[in-house]
């Protein structure tokens, strides 16, 4: 069982479709999930990085299964990701000391009939910026904080 997480308003469409590679990003390789682990905040880690770029909306779930067989890509977001089997991958992420960060790729489309359910999240889960950076200053220059709430406040505390 895999999550991938998406803004609500997509949810008709992906009941109606299934989930496929986003259009607007050719670069693209797949589809981002994570598998469902007994952790919550692991599974769902990516919620509040992608809320703080979807313009507000809220942030759903929808849980699909694959075969444990289908080759998938699984790595660290800013690394070099490895092929391996759906089974291999959750239990690669499973088995991390510290899972944060790291993201499974499907490399095709998500038909209707493996979707389970989905669900929204609550929106408070996960992580903002990159893993790790709760309790470490933000960089107050003008390109990283950018159109980010707070920004003004960040630029004046730092100059």
């Not at 990701?81 to 510290?98: E, F, G, K, P, Y």
């Not at 038909?111 to 992580?127: A, D, M, N, S, T």
Request: aromatic share 8%; glycine share 8%.
């Amino acid at each position: 069982m895999f999550v991938h997480l998406t803004a609500e308003k997509n949810l008709k469409a992906i009941l109606r479709n299934g989930i496929s590679r986003m259009r607007k990003t050719p670069a693209t390789p797949g589809i981002f999930a994570m598998p469902v682990t007994r952790n919550f905040y692991v599974s769902h880690q990516w919620l509040r990085e992608l809320k703080r770029s979807s313009h507000g909306g809220m942030i759903a779930g929808v849980y699909f299964r694959i075969p444990d067989d289908q080759n998938v890509l699984v790595g660290h977001y800013n690394q070099p990701h490895q092929n391996m089997t759906a089974t291999q991958a959750a239990a690669l992420i499973s088995s991390q000391a510290n899972p944060e960060g790291y993201q499974v790729i499907v490399p095709r489309r998500v038909e209707k009939g493996e979707i389970h359910r989905v669900r929204v999240l609550p929106q408070i889960v996960g992580w903002r910026y990159q893993p790790g950076a709760h309790g470490k200053k933000p960089c107050p220059c003008p390109i990283c904080v950018k159109g980010n709430f707070g920004a003004r406040k960040i630029r004046i505390k730092f100059d």
